[in-house]
């Protein structure tokens, strides 16, 4: 599957606990987006990243949220001590420049408990 | 700030009949990009169309075509001969200019075919 691949598909966590998403790009994409989609809510950008390098972080929570794309393997999302709030479906998208159009993964849906 | 709007959560169509679902935003910038993306219950985000700002001929792809009123800032989606497949949420987007990647959303418009 050549395509944007996330996982896990489904996570549950309870209050506290942490949280890590992974995302692989496409072949050949450098560039990394992470989405978050609330309930009955469009898409909203978190965080751009290029291999270790953070791009834009505007979009992310100043606290208990951090993003890596490390040299070699997939890009992480992680929340620290998720509250209910986080509960939401995460998407990763990726393309091969910040010009390109964006291709998204299967999203991990987070259940906070 | 652009902003991306949908004004209609729930549109339902018979199947083999044309539907056109809305899409409004508000931008100051004269050079963007516009979407169409279907998000099926899989939760899969595919892109049905594109259509760059610059330029006046309406995209289209195979059974799905845009009405792209730049003056109006008016960018809908029309899907002819609806197939069930076609049930989905649509979500509308807009990105800005080149050198830009930050893609805004709308809360999207879930289609529901009959057959």
């Known amino acids: 599957n050549a395509g944007v691949m996330q996982n896990p598909r489904h996570l549950v966590r309870r209050r506290g606990q942490e949280a890590r998403l992974r995302c692989s790009p496409m072949?050949?994409?450098?560039?990394v987006y992470w989405y978050r989609q609330l309930p009955e809510e469009g898409l909203k950008f978190m965080v751009y990243?290029?291999?270790?390098?953070?791009?834009?972080e505007s979009g992310m929570p100043k606290e208990r949220f951090s993003a890596e794309f490390p040299k070699e393997g997939p890009s992480i999302l992680r929340i620290q001590q998720v509250v209910r709030g986080d509960s939401a479906a995460y998407f990763c998208?990726?393309?091969?420049?910040?010009?390109?159009?964006?291709?998204f993964g299967n999203g991990t849906r987070l259940t906070v408990t | 700030a652009q902003t991306v709007t949908q004004s209609q959560p729930e549109m339902s169509v018979q199947e083999a009949e044309t539907v056109t679902l809305s899409c409004t935003y508000d931008?100051?910038?004269?050079?963007?990009?516009l979407f169409w993306y279907k998000q099926p219950p899989s939760r899969q985000m595919i892109l049905v169309i594109r259509?760059?700002?610059?330029?006046?001929q309406n995209a289209t792809e195979n059974r799905f075509s845009v009405n792209f009123q730049k003056a109006a800032k008016s960018f809908s989606l029309k899907i002819s001969d609806s197939q069930l497949g076609d049930a989905a949420m649509y979500f509308c987007?807009?990105?800005?200019?080149?050198?830009?990647?930050?893609?805004?959303f709308g809360t999207g418009t879930r289609l529901k075919v009959l057959a």
């Open positions: 998208a990726s393309s091969a420049g910040p010009d390109s159009p964006l291709h």
């Open positions: 072949k050949g994409h450098s560039h």
């Open positions: 990243l290029q291999k270790e390098n953070i791009i834009d």
């Open positions: 931008t100051s910038e004269s050079d963007y990009y």
């Open positions: 259509q760059e700002a610059y330029k006046q």
């Open positions: 987007a807009y990105r800005s200019p080149p050198g830009t990647y930050k893609y805004i």
